[in-house]
């Protein structure tokens, strides 16, 4: 069974800014990994920006940002 990613979450979390804090206005590809690892011990916040930070933290911690800088490349936010 291969496992198909969904491909609007991708483009989705490719182009998604931190919506406040030190790093307000960044994309999450651009939050230091450090960082996304204090969220994932003290807890993600509720919702939307709680998954995608959840999946940034699992995208950097396994090396792969090149994937969603590619993302941010091929797929332009509309």
Do not use: S
Request: hydrophobic fraction near 35%; proline fraction near 8%; avoid cysteine.
């Amino acid at each position: 069974m291969q496992i198909q990613p969904d491909t609007k979450k991708l483009i989705e979390l490719a182009h998604y800014r931190m919506p406040f804090g030190k790093y307000k206005g960044r994309f999450l590809v651009e939050l230091p990994e450090p960082y996304l690892i204090w969220f994932q011990q003290k807890g993600f916040p509720e919702g939307k920006l709680g998954e995608l930070l959840r999946a940034m933290t699992e995208i950097k911690i396994n090396g792969l940002e090149g994937l969603i800088r590619k993302i941010q490349k091929d797929f332009p936010k509309q």
